[in-house]
């Protein structure tokens, strides 16, 4: 299977901690995408790569939210100091520069919940 | 900006009936529409896209969705539902790379 893949698929941590997602593209999409779904909603935009180089972040994105991808392959999302308001599933897409119209891959999210 | 609204949060329909999912959109340029769907604990797929070609649009699993812009809308039916198709649907419209989607629609399907 070569679709988008993230590790881990769930994370339970303490309010306070640090946690860190990673999400691998498929192969060939040098476009990235980082998501948030709450209970209930749809996916909200976070972040959006193309290559190695950020883009565009959300204003969902505060300060404790970091965000790279190194060598323009996977990506990591970090999140500091967690509160409970960032229980969510995070979830990472990708999308090659060739189709049109940026057609979204995504993978099977990280559940994060903040005790 | 584009964004989507999903009319009804939950659908309940009976093995075999018709699946209407309703789905307008807001943009002030010719968009770009897609469906999705998500089972419990799992990511979003892709069922279909709109790219302004053919107005009415198949994708997988027999569903299908016709692109309506005097009435901006991208409904997603399906003639005959499933138990497999219970699951949480999306609409969704492109601005450029990144997607805007409406809160979702959830779908039962009674035996």
């Known amino acids: 299977d070569t679709g988008v893949s993230q590790n881990p698929r769930h994370k339970i941590t303490k309010r306070g901690q640090n946690v860190t997602f990673r999400c691998d593209p498929i192969?060939?999409?040098?476009?990235l995408y980082w998501y948030r779904q709450t209970l209930g909603q749809g996916p909200e935009f976070l972040t959006y790569f193309q290559n190695e180089a950020q883009l565009e972040k959300s204003r969902l994105l505060s300060d404790r939210f970091s965000a790279e991808r190194p060598k323009g392959s996977f990506s990591t999302l970090e999140i500091q100091r967690t509160e409970q308001g960032d229980s969510a599933m995070y979830l990472c897409a990708s999308s090659s520069v060739i189709a049109v119209p940026y057609e979204q891959y995504f993978g099977p999210g990280t559940r994060l919940t903040v005790t | 900006a584009q964004s989507v609204t999903q009319l009804g949060s939950h659908v309940s329909v009976s093995e075999g009936a018709l699946v209407l999912l309703r789905c307008n959109y807001s943009?002030?340029?010719?968009?770009?529409l897609f469906w999705y769907v998500q089972y419990p604990n799992q990511g979003l797929q892709l069922l279909l896209k709109y790219t302004s070609a053919a107005t009415l649009v198949k994708g997988i699993n027999g569903f299908e969705a016709e692109f309506k812009k005097s009435e901006t809308s991208f409904h997603l039916t399906k003639p005959s539902a499933h138990m497999s198709d219970a699951a949480e649907y999306f609409c969704a419209v492109s601005h450029y790379y990144k997607l805007s989607f409406g809160a979702g629609t959830t779908v039962t399907v009674r035996a």
């Open positions: 943009s002030s340029v010719p968009p770009y």
């Open positions: 192969s060939e999409h040098n476009r």
